[in-house]
């Protein structure tokens, strides 16, 4: 930014001479390099710009049902009968963490473990090979993820998991089959999974990466194995990054709709086990948008809960960034 | 003493190689998934893959297992993802020289970089429902105009982070140069910095275009779904996730399979473009000064 203010007053370089003379190449030149600058500087403002007008808008559409109805009715009812004027969110929102809850889970170890290995250990031949594999399940859309949930990840679930589960862990309430369909929580978490994995294995990647080597020789040069330093030297130098890839990788679940609509069951029930089935908020804005004109505050209500959604993932997303910027950003001292 | 320590020893390799092995197994999980997914969506949709499938409309009764195709939803879902890409094009090269030429690594590079990441944060359903109100604000109904705003909008923090992370490996000694000899920053931006992009732009276009062809939320509430093919931007279109969505519930089995079939061509499309951005990337590549 200090440069411009250096820049040298052009016009009393060369004037335009004569009365039919064009304006001064130099002249001209600076004119439109200003011109273009404020003019991309309202197109940069654009981004900033969007995401206050997503909000407020929302929040605009969804005021009447959040003015009509005390907060406590609508986030802690658990009826939903908005031909009644009954709109509890309890279940769609309990529904919403559990199916998040259960795909972060299942997708942390191998995700660390993953860029463990590939930043720590890989050959440069194996990392070459995983990028595209990354890239591809990152660019496989929704409905595509959808449909394997369907087909394969389903009956797995019914088949393998569930009678496992029976066998093995009926006592603990939260492994219990209450419902045998494969349609539920876990389906939805297992495709959540795999759909979050290549984000977290690539920002953690990026994370594992700003380590400088002086750290690990060091260790290694005073006996440690690769993996005693990746301990007890790595790991913890990058602890907040890997939380932070974590919670992105959750803020992307939350919003996740047609893949998990497909596999989630749509049960509007309060879930107790990891095998119910249940519904969650994108799910039910995703159902429901034909109808929400023809009832009374319907709409409203869809839209509040997806200001709902928006400010959670807001808040997940800007802290995380927070923290994976300022770790990419670390200067070493060397 | 000596004993203790050769025992000490042996656990730890013995730690070394079963983490390894956890990493490696870790691993082929995930590559495992991708095989797996693309491995059940070629089986499943190539029985009732057929030419019909890619050159006709819907005929009467296609929803119950009459004939027809889904050419509606192809041509739709082309229309929408083209027109995305081409409008977010229009605002994210600009803001990606903005951001390389004036703002560079300052605060306000930092803001934008930063808002960029958020929206890209975004979930596809919230675009959808904030689509919705902006088409009651605007008396706009269902349409591909619609659906090409919201696309546009989702596809725009991509492509311009795509953009802006090529363009900031650009040498800084070519910028100085430029400079020396008098340029202006606009033109640093024109003659230098666009040059230098086009490898990013091609990558961002592609991207762009995947993310877009691939988004099923924002486009149920703006585009609609109809068994015609648009003729206007006006009008309603159908789209690829949609079309494998609606027909994945249908009760027929015919029609289930070709919502299978119609995810096998979404993954073929996707995969190419995603292929196709990485080998014009490295080829584009060999004409950039590093």
């Known amino acids: 930014m200090t440069q411009q203010n250096q820049s040298v007053n052009y016009e009393t370089i060369t004037k335009p001479e004569g009365r039919h003379a064009r304006p001064s190449g130099a002249a001209h030149r600076r004119r439109l390099d200003q011109n273009v600058r404020r003019t991309f500087l309202v197109v940069t403002l654009l981004p900033i710009l969007l995401i206050s007008i997503v909000t407020i808008s929302l929040i605009v559409r969804s005021w009447p049902i959040l003015s009509a109805y005390p907060l406590k009715d609508l986030f802690l009812g658990t009826i939903w009968r908005p031909d009644k004027g009954l709109f509890g969110f309890y279940p769609y929102i309990v529904a919403t963490f559990w199916v998040t809850a259960v795909g972060v889970l299942l997708a942390t170890p191998p995700c660390i473990l993953v860029s463990i290995y590939l930043s720590e250990y890989a050959h440069l031949l194996t990392r070459t090979i995983a990028k595209p594999i990354l890239d591809l399940l990152a660019a496989i859309p929704p409905v595509v993820y959808g449909v394997w949930g369907l087909v394969a990840i389903v009956p797995f679930v019914d088949k393998v998991l569930a009678p496992f589960s029976e066998r093995w862990l009926s006592s603990v309430s939260i492994f219990k089959v209450n419902q045998p369909t494969g349609f539920g929580i876990l389906a939805a978490g297992i495709v959540l999974a795999v759909m979050i994995a290549p984000l977290i294995i690539s920002v953690m990647y990026e994370i594992f990466s700003t380590v400088p ?44 709709t047609i893949a998990v609509l497909i596999v989630v069951g749509n049960v509007p029930k309060v879930p107790t086990s990891i095998f119910d089935a249940a519904y969650p908020l994108p799910a039910l804005i995703a159902n429901n948008y034909g109808d929400m004109m023809s009832i009374p505050l ?3 209500a869809l839209l509040s809960a997806a200001l709902v959604l928006l400010i959670v993932i807001l808040i997940f997303n800007i802290l995380s960034m927070l923290v994976i910027q300022r770790m990419l950003r670390r200067k070493w001292a060397s | 003493m000596g004993f203790l320590k050769k025992k000490r020893w ?53 929803y119950m297992g009459k004939g027809g195709g889904i050419l509606n939803a192809i041509l739709g879902s082309l229309y929408l993802a083209s027109g995305g890409t081409l409008l977010a094009m229009i605002f994210s090269v600009p803001i990606a020289m903005y951001l390389k030429t004036y703002l560079g690594d300052s605060k306000w590079g930092y803001y934008v970089r930063l808002s960029l990441d958020v929206l890209w944060g975004i979930p596809s359903i919230v675009y959808g429902a904030f689509g919705f109100t902006l088409m009651i604000a605007l008396g706009l109904r269902a349409s591909l105009l619609a659906g090409i705003i919201i696309l546009a909008l989702i596809e725009l923090p991509i492509m311009t982070r795509a953009m802006d992370e090529v363009i900031r490996r650009m040498p800084i000694d070519l910028e100085h140069a430029a400079l020396a000899l008098g340029s202006t920053k ?9 040059r230098q992009m086009l490898p990013g732009i091609t990558t961002a276009i592609l991207l762009g275009f995947g993310r877009g062809i691939g988004d099923a939320a924002s486009v149920l509430f703006t585009a609609g779904y109809t068994d015609r093919i648009p003729t206007s931007l006006m009008r309603p279109t159908a789209s690829l996730p949609l079309a494998v969505f609606f027909q994945l519930g249908s009760p027929y089995p015919e029609v289930q399979q070709r919502g299978y079939a119609a995810a096998l061509i979404l993954t073929i499309i996707v995969l190419a473009v995603s292929l196709g951005s990485r080998w014009l990337s490295a080829r584009l590549n060999k004409y950039t000064i590093k």
């Open chain 1, 298 to 300: 319907y709409d409203s």
């Open chain 2, 186 to 194: 606009f033109e640093v931006a024109l003659r230098v910095v666009t």
């Open chain 2, 10 to 62: 042996q656990r730890r390799h013995l730690v070394e190689t079963f983490m390894k092995f956890i990493m490696r197994f870790s691993l082929v999980i995930v590559a495992g998934s991708l095989g797996l997914i693309l491995w059940i969506v070629v089986v499943r949709g190539t029985p009732a893959l057929s030419l019909d499938m890619v050159t006709k409309i819907p005929e009467g009764g296609y």
């Open chain 1, 213 to 256: 080597n002086d750290l690990r020789h060091a260790s290694l040069a005073v006996g440690a194995t690769q993996w005693q330093t990746i301990r007890t030297v790595v790991l913890p130098q990058v602890a907040p990054g890997i939380i932070a890839a974590l919670v992105l990788g959750a803020s992307r679940a939350l919003g996740e």
